[in-house]
């Protein structure tokens, strides 16, 4: 057992949900972009287990890339200052069909700055999915695409997700021990 796993108040998405989650959404996507021209963008880092698993269950020829962001502030809240670390660079957008693969949706601010960037570039469409929605904290009006999992405002890692960088490597979604971050919130 992974020693973070202490760290864990209770799983709230196993792997096995998880997955069931991808194939779905993975079917979908399949069907909805059959006549497209599909680009699936990675929004590091902590979509990076979910867009693993998407890129090899969507049943079509794609084109995949990745952008990094960041809002400022860290810790388990985030600020909604949205900025650039890592942009995508091509010649010509307006035959790309871009989906954007994000890991967890809650004040919407990434998300809806990233729709309206990538249109200013000139793609063709751009459309988002995520694995969890925390519509509960919404702060802009953002609705995705295709959502895994609606969840309760709880602070959440494992699958990809981090508070601090840690957890990201847990095979679960679960629900960090308020005293994690409460200790470390205290300290900063
Ligand atoms: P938004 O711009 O407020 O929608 O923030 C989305 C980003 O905040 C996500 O991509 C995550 O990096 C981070 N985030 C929001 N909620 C959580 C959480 O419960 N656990 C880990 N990261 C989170
Ligand atoms: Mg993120």
């Excluded at 020829?61 to 502030?73: A, E, H, L, R, W």
Aim: net charge negative.
């Amino acid at each position: 057992m992974n020693i973070l796993e202490n760290d864990i108040e209770r799983i709230l998405v196993p792997e096995e949900e998880v997955a069931s989650i991808e194939d779905s959404m993975a079917k979908q996507i399949s069907e909805d972009y059959a006549d497209k021209n599909l680009l699936l963008l990675c929004i590091l880092k902590g979509s990076v287990v979910f867009f693993s698993d998407l890129m090899r269950k969507i049943t079509l020829p794609m084109q995949i890339d990745f952008m990094k962001v960041t809002s400022y502030g860290k810790g388990s809240t985030s600020t909604g200052n949205v900025r650039i670390l890592l942009d995508l660079h091509r010649e010509d957008f307006s035959h790309v069909d871009v989906l954007i693969v994000e890991d967890i949706i809650d004040s919407g601010r990434t998300l809806s700055t990233l729709v309206e960037y990538l249109k200013m570039k000139g793609c063709r469409s751009v459309r988002t999915c995520t694995l969890l929605d925390k519509p509960a904290r919404r702060e802009v009006e953002f609705t995705p695409d295709y959502v895994g999992r609606i969840i309760p405002d709880e602070f959440v890692v494992g699958f990809g997700l981090d508070y601090a960088e840690k957890y990201r490597e847990l095979p679960y979604v679960g629900i960090l021990k308020p005293e994690v971050y409460k200790k470390k919130e205290s300290l900063d």
